[in-house]
C-alpha cells in the first residue's frame, strides 16, 4: 500500500523508526516472491496444458490425414479405369 510505504518512511525520517519500515519493506519483498512464483507455476502449468494439446491435436491430424489417404486409396482401387484407356479383347484371337 503506497500510504503505508510513505507514512513509514516519513517515521524513519522524524523518529528514527527504521525497525517498522524495513520489515514493511521485507513483508512486500515476501508478498512479491510468493505471488511471482505463484505466478510461475501458473505459467508452467498452462506450457504443459499446451504441449498436450498440441500433441493430442497432432495425433489428431495425422489419424485425419491416414483416414483420408486410406479413403483415396480405396476410391482409386474400385474406381474403374477410363473405357478410352482399355483395349478391348478380341474374344476370337489375341489382342
Known sequence: NKADYYRLLLAVTRE??????????????????????????????LAAHTADLAHTRRQWIRAVLLKTRLVEDVSHRTTPPPLGGIRRRNLRGPI
Open 16 to 45: 528514527g523508526a527504521w525497525e517498522s519500515w524495513l520489515l514493511y519493506m521485507l513483508r512486500s519483498v515476501e508478498d512479491t516472491a510468493v505471488w511471482t512464483v505463484a505466478k510461475i507455476g501458473a505459467i508452467r502449468a
